[in-house]
Each structure stands twice: as C-alpha cells, then as structure tokens.
C-alpha cells in the first residue's frame, strides 16, 4: 500500500536525537529489564515507555545542545511513512515506534490550538444550527472510520545509524475510532521490556513481538465511541510481566491487565461515573506509583483521579480535578503529582498526594472544610496544560501549556 502522506522525516530526526541522548543521559534512572536484544556497548540505553524509565523525561547529560535543526546537531536522519504521534523507545541498540500508512491522503493537522473552536465560533456568529456547526466540523476537521482505511506498522531501526531493521504490519483495515486531525491513527507509545516491544492501539487491541519481529502474540480489544470522534491516545504501562491499559470513553470505561508473556486478560475493573453527560473520554496513560507502603495503579480520567491495587480494586478517588484528561501522573520525591484539564476551563489542577490514602478525598474542601492530610498542596487553576505533561528537574516543576505560557512551581509547596 504506498504512502501518499508527507514522510516522517523530520519529526523523528528531532525525536530521535532527544531519546537517544536522554536515554543515555538516564541510564542510571534504575529501569530494570532483561536487556535482551541489547549488545554489550548499549545496553544501558533504556528509554522503555511513554516518558521514559519514570515518567520523568529530564537528564543530567552535559552534552546535549542548545540549538538543533534539520540538520545542525542530528547524527542521521530516517524516513517513516505515514503519519503517527507515537514515541520512539529505545532498548540497547533497537529503537521502536509505530505509524499509520494509508492509500488515501489523510487530513492533516493544522497550526494553533484552537482552530477548530474558531470554526464554531464563527459558524455561531452566522446563525447556524448546532447541527449544521457539527456538520461543518466533522466535515473539515474529523477523519470517520467509514472514510478510509490504514495500515499500522510497528517498525524497529539501528539507533546508531537508523538504518530499518524490520517493519510490520499489524494491522489493515478501517480504524477502530474517527480521528481530530490534531490527532492519529497511532498515536499510543509501544513499549518495551527488552524481551519482547508491545504496540496498543485503544479501541483495537494489543501486539506483541519479539525483537527480530516475529508476532508472538495479538490480543482483540472491543472498539467504544469517543466523544466527538477524537481518536486515542493513551499509552500502555508495563510493570512486572504485565500490561496496563486505560480506556476511558463514552460507553463504557474501564482499566484492565494483560499477562505480558501471553496476552491474556487477568482482569478488567469498570469506571462508571466518568465526567459528564458532554463527555466521559480521556486519554491519560496511567501510572504505576513504587512507595514505600505499597504499589499503586494511578489514572486520571473526566473530573477524577482513581488509584488502584494492581488487582484492579480501588484503593482512592480524588475529585475535582478537571473534565480533560490528557496529561499523566507521575511521582518525584515522595510525592504524587496529578494534572488535568485545559486552559480556560473553571477547574484545571495541579494536586500533590502524600502515600496512603484511602477512600474519597476532597482537595479542595472550601474554607470551612479541612483538607485531607494526604493533599500536600492542590492549585485549582495551574495544571490547565490541556495537552502537556509537567516534569520535575533539579528540584523545580515545570509546566508548559499548549497556549504557550511556561511556569515555574515549587514541587513541595505549589508556590
């Protein structure tokens, strides 16, 4: 099926330079694995998830530059069919990433955030119906699973030259959801345990093969309606031997747990209650918190945080946090850091969780209420990135909206 979609090329000549530079900056993070599939010059080199080891994508080496083109400080330069939003990983030598290839040009993303909000809007200034605005909108801005068909490769390249080691199909067919055009077809990040690289696709299911790319295993995941046909996006997290998956939508959300050697579902645990009667889809790839009292499954979804054992039973929910889920939790120091929501919006939090809670805590309780003694801090309105992470680097927190505002925030006490 040849490509009629602009290459890859430059998106994975930056991303690759800053995955494998971080990768070998964050050798010393203490991910731990196998290093099958590794030679012995680079098998420290593990940036195996979605934001690395940790979550945590930061690293102390000295080397990397200030500046980078397309060509000033690249070391080479892959070109990748299709169109995908996907992370490149990294296992010793071996870097692995997935795209979408299809026969018919798909529509394409567009510069600023908020274009398609601008269409509505000025569809409403003109008197039209919310039917005709919807109408109008899907028609330029959403991509419907009847309107065209994919083929979704999972690729694997040298990390020393990128050169392409093996690329497969796995997946041919119409996707499994519609997609914004700010969005893709494959936009979840595989991962790996340096056994085997497992791909997800939300709404399809999950693929697992082994580092010369042969299939050992596929697992078929029931498709759900997103809201407004937005697509997916959440990633995989992998911890001791298993697959956690997080699938919020508009039916019927659940997260669930597959034996990574087999591909077997272990159990399943329904979200009901999600959000609002507008939406109830997300698209935050959870979170395995290590402390020192237990391990936790962390999610966010529409207006709440859940933790859950690793058997699926809910240990806490915090509320009031914000209906758009996109951004993941992550942990640094002892502490928990929870972020959701969009710029504009009344509720959009950043929230810092001390271990051991249990049940239903209330952040933000109002001034006669007392805050739970598991809230370290909780900034109603500082977390409105919409689609970007936070992170923590030499002690200090980063937050960077897609409206373009950059902030500075102590990690301990939400100053």
């Known amino acids: 099926m040849p490509p009629v979609l602009p290459t890859r090329r430059i998106r994975l000549a930056l991303a690759l330079f800053v995955a494998t530079s971080v990768a070998a900056g964050a050798a010393e993070t203490g991910s731990s694995g196998s290093g099958a599939g590794s030679d012995s010059t680079s098998d420290a080199v593990r ?31 892959a070109d990748i069919p ?18 979408a290839v299809s026969g018919k040009a798909m529509k394409q993303p567009s510069l600023g955030v908020d274009f398609s909000n601008e269409l509505v809007a ?23 699973p009847d309107e065209i068909e994919v083929a979704l490769h999972l690729l694997a390249l040298d990390l020393s030259t ?6 497969q199909t796995f997946y041919t067919g119409p996707p499994p959801v519609g997609r914004h055009r700010k969005n893709s077809y494959a936009s979840e990040t595989p991962v790996t ?27 078929e995941l029931e498709p759900h309606k997103v809201y407004l046909d937005f697509g997916s996006g959440a990633s995989p997290t992998l911890h001791a031997g298993r697959l956690y998956v997080l699938d919020d939508n508009e039916e019927a959300s659940f997260v669930a747990a597959f034996d990574a050697a087999t591909g077997k579902e272990l159990w399943r645990t329904a979200r009901p209650g999600l959000g609002n009667e507008q939406m109830r889809s997300g698209w935050s790839t959870p979170f395995v918190w290590q402390h020192a009292s237990r391990t936790e499954l962390v999610t966010t ?72 003694e598991h809230v370290a801090w909780y900034n109603k309105e500082a977390g409105g990135t919409y689609l970007p992470t936070p992170l923590i680097y030499d002690g200090r927190l980063y937050v960077l909206s897609d409206k373009g505002i950059f902030d500075q925030v102590d990690p301990k006490t939400g100053e």
Not at 82 to 99: C, E, K, N, Q, Y
Not at 123 to 136: C, F, P
Not at 340 to 349: D, L, M, N, Y
Request: charge should be negative; aromatic fraction near 10%; hydrophobic fraction near 40%.
């Open 193 to 219: 345990d340096g056994e085997a690289v497992y791909a997800y696709i939300a709404h399809l299911g999950l693929f697992a093969y082994d580092f010369a790319g042969k299939q050992l295993w596929h697992t």
């Open 82 to 99: 299709g169109m995908g939003w996907s992370s490149p990983i990294v296992w010793g030598d071996r870097i692995f990433l997935t795209t």
């Open 122 to 144: 000025e569809l409403m200034k003109q008197g039209k119906s919310q039917e005709e605005v919807i109408a109008a909108v899907t028609e330029r801005d959403i991509e419907l």
């Open 47 to 77: 940036w195996p998830q979605f934001r690395g080891p940790d979550a945590l994508p930061t690293s102390d080496n000295a080397d990397l530059p200030d500046t980078w083109s397309t060509t000033e400080n690249v070391e080479w330069v």
């Open 162 to 167: 990128g050169k392409l080691l093996w690329d």
């Open 301 to 372: 979804g529409p207006g709440v945080a859940i933790s859950y054992d690793l058997e699926g039973r809910e240990l806490w929910r915090l509320v009031d946090m914000g209906q758009s889920s996109i951004q993941t939790p992550f942990a640094w120091d002892g502490l928990l850091y929870l972020t959701s929501g969009a710029g504009g919006a009344p509720v959009r939090p950043i929230v810092a969780v001390r271990p051991g809670a249990s049940g239903t805590i209330d952040p933000d309780p109002g001034p006669e209420g007392a805050r739970s």
